[in-house]
């Protein structure tokens, strides 16, 4: 790709590679001191120019931070701090970012009992649910999703079936239709069984390809590691149902893996595929309304080294 200058829009934060970078301030130096500059890898101004866009790329992964951190799912520290008070809540002495998260979605359940957050913070609370997503179609018709008319359909990540049901019956307004592909009976207080529908979450594969340039110091054993150890978990654990991969986020999630080595290292690319598809992006991975995006712990991330 060409350099581009950094943009926000309706798809979230765009920026260049560190290779766009790169590329860019080598054509400004050719047109500064000509076009037949020598400017091979071994050159010490080729070098510098080097220094140079990692310095950009490293601003660049702080913007994508400081982006990512305005939503509490992927905010920690302090920024996750600075939300809180649109919550009305106040870390607690001690309270790690994974318990302040857990606070603010059952912050949300107190709208009411009966609301899609409501019902999704119940289903969240159950053993083992590791994402959950409720859908309701309050229409006359059967929607898009094949959701039938005045009908929720929750989609699970994990979790035990009578368990998440009875959260559902629990939580649910009376009336309302419940539709997925799985279903729990769940027996009231007066002997009356309800069927209780819900869905289990499709695995959407991912496959991602990442092109590595090596700086000095690098240890490229530790930065596979490292690397591949935090875009897995940030696939398989921290993208939700039906949330789709913006690419452009794996460059910080590769660099803050480990900050001591990302200082021997600059990413130049980054692109991926689901099964099944045939082209790559390096924008977004889609998720339908019913799937989940997984990466293989082994195998899933490629990565390549050049100098």
């Known amino acids: 790709m060409a350099y581009f200058a950094p943009y926000i829009d309706g798809t979230g934060l765009h920026m260049p590679t560190y290779e766009d970078r790169l590329s860019d ?21 080729y070098q510098l120019l080097s220094v140079f866009a990692k310095a950009l790329d490293d601003t660049s992964a702080l913007v994508l931070q400081a ?66 997503k409720v859908y309701e179609n309050s229409t006359d ?28 019956y629990e ?43 090596r700086l000095p110091g690098i240890d490229e054993t530790a930065v596979t590691e490292a690397v591949t150890a935090a875009v897995n978990d940030y696939i398989n654990n921290q993208l939700g149902v039906a949330e ?8 910080a999630v590769a660099y803050n893996a480990d900050p001591d080595l990302a200082k021997t290292f600059a990413i130049a690319d980054i692109y991926a595929n689901v099964t099944g598809d045939s082209g790559y992006t390096r924008d977004e991975i889609t998720c339908p309304w019913n799937g989940k995006l997984s990466i293989l712990n082994s195998g899933g991330l490629t990565i390549t080294y050049r100098d």
Not at 150 to 164: E, K, L
Not at 172 to 189: H, L, M, Q, R, W
Not at 244 to 251: A, D, E, F, K, R
Request: a neutral charge.
């Open 244 to 251: 789709g991969l913006q690419i452009p986020i794996l460059y």
């Open 141 to 168: 018709t059967t929607d898009a999703n094949g959701i039938p008319a005045h009908s929720i359909a929750a989609v699970i990540y994990g979790g035990n079936g009578p368990a998440v049901a009875r959260a559902i």
């Open 67 to 132: 982006y990512n951190s305005r939503n509490p799912l992927y905010a920690s520290g302090q920024a996750l701090d600075l939300l809180l008070p649109l919550y009305g809540l106040a870390r607690e002495a001690g309270e790690d970012d994974a318990a302040v998260r857990k606070r603010i979605s059952d912050s949300l359940s107190a709208r009411g009992a009966g609301s899609l957050d409501a019902i999704r913070a119940a289903v969240s609370l159950c053993q083992f649910v590791r994402s959950c």
């Open 25 to 45: 301030l080598v054509t400004a130096y050719r047109s500064i001191f000509g076009i037949d500059s020598e400017l091979s890898e071994s050159v010490p101004d």
């Open 171 to 213: 939580t649910k307004a009376p009336g309302i239709g419940t539709y997925g592909s799985a279903y729990e009976d769940i027996v009231d207080e007066n002997g009356n069984t309800h069927r209780i529908s819900f869905s289990r979450t499709t695995s959407r594969r991912t496959f991602v390809w990442m092109s590595i340039r």
